[in-house]
């Protein structure tokens, strides 16, 4: 686990003294020894060995030209203009250079959203593996969390165009939303949400007419991201289809036709929002716009379907770099930060929401990692990895955003007031938190689809559930007796997944099971990580917060209960501290009291 105090949390220096420092300059990368250690667990040696000096690189950046990118972005939204300087009605898009500079860095430098569709992107001459490009993920968003979307989406148009498109539409449009030259980078955008639809996707009225060898888009669509994108995939119902989502079919629209004029879609205006100000979302009218089949048309939403569950996964990854930062900037206000006589990291409220903190974000970085692994085993063609990933990818979207808005709300108030102003980057976190909970489904709708679709509809509670005993029958230097707790935890939160999944009137207990799910795969997944971490370099801290997961966020407990002990004092001790702690210690913790 990253120490809470001590080297690599300290932030900047040569203040008054009188408040505590922010992470300015801070290497996000080198201060998160977790990320490297789950990184070691899940790469091949090779590929780790690849990106560690990149990865590296990005976590001096984050830490401080793109971080100071980011709060200029922030303070300048992009600015619409309907006409051009010679009065002509060419719509653009302004932005700062700021923004220009983040999007250089990540499409070009690092081409994050390439990396699991080109190969040679840093020097590898294959492409990433889907681990490889959320570590860059979850390093680039600690800095700038808005550009996560536009990076996402392309990566999610090039994907789909991959797998559906035709021989003629990949010839024509993959190679430039892969691209890592930015004179030759076409953005890709995702319009799906309308008025009349938003999580009911079967209810939208964006109509398709069929001239030619190419189609006629009429309709509005309500919230667009990345809304001058250069590509976009969207749905529309082509004339004549039946209602539902059934009839939805998958297009492609290019921003520009073939004669460089801009597409017939007008940019009605931009989104006021309350996070992620930096990047562009509109309202978008498409009055006829020339648009291009994707697929089946009868399997447009199915389709679509795919790059929703990316964007889901790459959303769990995004809300953990936000926890990830907040978790940084709260360490460094409480290691540094003299109150009472004592810095804030000794005083005991001080180390028990630390201790809340840090909880929530390695849970968050334990299943990001664990599903993006899955998705990985899917794509090499397994169907159990497949299965996996099908319940993995609501449960940890579902949480993981839900979390992220308390960790970064907590984290502001470590710094007190001054945390609420806009010079420190605890504002901007907490606006951008909301975010996740919204995008690509409310939690509503996805515990729903966690346990109504992926439990109810496909049975991937099995695979859940086999997964999970599989990590536990491969952590055999963990003790004995916390497997099998944690094999029962297992058996009983899938167990409940099935009985609310399996009746009607149990679907307001959805959001529940579903959290249950969460809290014990990654209570078993933080064990197998402590296990696996003890044999690579003596350490089985992580085994602590797989017991602090089952006290404090399964076990029901007597709310009048005293809750704070030795043994609690003993787990935060050692996960505050910076030395690491053998298996014969941290066992002896886990059967305590």
Same mark, same amino acid.
């Given at each position: 686990m990253q120490p809470l105090s001590g080297p690599g949390v300290t932030g900047s220096a040569g203040q008054s003294g009188l408040l505590a420092p922010d992470t300015s300059g801070m290497n996000f990368y080198r201060a998160d020894p977790a990320l490297t250690d789950l990184l070691r667990i899940h790469l091949p040696q090779a590929v780790f060995n690849h990106i560690e000096p990149h990865l590296d690189r990005l976590g001096a950046l984050a830490g401080g030209h793109l971080d100071e990118c980011a709060r200029l972005a922030d303070?300048?939204?992009?600015?619409?203009?309907?006409?051009?300087?010679?009065?002509?009605?060419?719509?653009?898009?302004?932005?700062?250079?700021?923004?220009?500079?983040?999007?250089?860095?990540?499409?070009?430098?690092?081409?994050i959203h390439a990396m699991s569709i080109r190969k040679g992107i840093l020097g590898w001459g294959d492409r990433y593996p889907v681990v490889a490009k959320h570590a860059f993920t979850f390093l680039f968003n600690q800095a700038e969390f808005g550009l996560g979307c536009p990076i996402n989406v392309t990566d999610g148009c090039a994907k789909l165009l991959a797998n559906f498109g035709s021989d003629a539409l990949k010839a024509k449009y993959l190679d430039g939303l892969t691209q890592t030259d930015m004179s030759k980078l076409t953005q890709g955008g995702q319009f799906m949400t309308e008025k009349e639809g938003g999580s009911d996707v079967g209810k939208l009225t964006t109509s398709a007419v069929q001239e030619g060898d190419h189609w006629r888009l009429s309709g509005e669509k309500w919230f667009c991201s990345n809304a001058d994108a250069e590509v976009v995939m969207l749905l529309a119902r082509p004339q004549g289809a039946e209602a539902g989502t059934r009839g939805v079919g998958l297009f492609l629209m290019p921003r520009h036709l073939e004669d460089g004029s801009q597409n017939h879609y007008r940019i009605v205006r931009l989104k006021d929002k309350l996070g992620t100000r930096s990047m562009a979302s509109g309202e978008i009218k498409l009055e006829g716009a020339i648009a291009y089949a994707v697929g089946k048309l009868d399997r447009g939403f199915v389709q679509m379907a795919e790059m929703v569950n990316s964007s889901r996964l790459s959303n769990g990854v995004k809300s953990a770099a936000l926890m990830r930062r907040a978790h940084h900037d709260a360490m460094t206000v409480a290691s540094n930060r003299v109150v009472f006589g004592g810095r804030i990291v000794d005083l005991p409220l001080g180390r028990r929401q630390l201790m809340k903190i840090a909880l929530a974000t390695e849970q968050a970085l334990s299943m990001s990692f664990l599903t993006a692994d899955a998705l990985d085993r899917a794509e090499a063609g397994s169907q159990d990895a497949a299965a996996l990933l099908r319940i993995l990818t609501p449960t940890l979207k579902f949480r993981a955003t839900r979390d992220a808005r308390k960790v970064c709300g907590d984290a502001l108030e470590m710094r007190g007031g001054i945390g609420y102003v806009e010079e420190f980057a605890t504002s901007r976190l907490l606006?951008?938190?909301?975010?996740?909970?919204?995008?690509?489904?409310?939690?509503?709708?996805?515990?729903?689809?966690?346990?109504?679709?992926?439990?109810?509809?496909?049975?991937?509670?099995?695979?859940?559930?086999?997964?999970?005993?599989?990590?536990?029958?491969?952590?055999?230097?963990?003790?004995?007796?916390? &497997?099998?707790?944690?094999?029962?935890? /297992?058996? %009983? @939160?899938?167990? $409940?997944?099935?009985? #609310? !999944? *399996? &009746?009607?009137?149990?679907?307001?207990? /959805?959001? %529940? @099971?579903?959290? $249950?799910?969460?809290? #014990? !795969? *990654?209570?078993?997944?933080?064990?197998?990580?402590?296990? %696996?971490?003890?044999?690579?370099?003596?350490?089985?801290?992580?085994?602590?917060?797989?017991?602090?997961?089952?006290?404090?966020?399964?076990?029901?407990?007597?709310?009048?209960?005293?809750?704070?002990?030795?043994?609690?004092?003993?787990?935060?001790?050692?996960?505050?501290?910076?030395?690491?702690?053998?298996?014969?210690?941290?066992?002896?913790?886990?059967?305590?009291?």
């Open positions: 303070r300048h939204p992009p600015i619409l203009h309907q006409r051009d300087r010679f009065g002509r009605d060419v719509q653009w898009i302004e932005y700062h250079p700021a923004y220009r500079e983040l999007e250089k860095v990540a499409f070009g430098e690092f081409g606006r951008d938190a909301h975010l996740g909970s919204i995008w690509e489904g409310t939690g509503n709708i996805v515990a729903l689809d966690a346990l109504k679709r992926a439990v109810g509809r496909h049975g991937a509670d099995s695979a859940l559930a086999a997964d999970l005993h599989a990590r536990l029958d491969d952590s055999a230097n963990v003790p004995q007796a916390w &497997r099998d707790r944690l094999r029962g935890l /297992a058996d %009983r @939160a899938v167990g $409940f997944a099935r009985e #609310v !999944a *399996s &009746r009607a009137d149990n679907e307001a207990e /959805a959001r %529940r @099971a579903t959290s $249950f799910l969460y809290h #014990v !795969a *990654s209570a078993v997944a933080l064990a197998w990580e402590g296990g %696996r971490i003890q044999e690579m370099r003596g350490d089985a801290r992580r085994l602590l917060l797989s017991r602090l997961v089952v006290d404090h966020r399964i076990s029901a407990g007597d709310p009048f209960r005293l809750t704070e002990n030795a043994t609690q004092h003993a787990i935060a001790g050692h996960l505050l501290g910076e030395r690491s702690v053998g298996i014969g210690e941290v066992g002896e913790l886990l059967a305590a009291t």
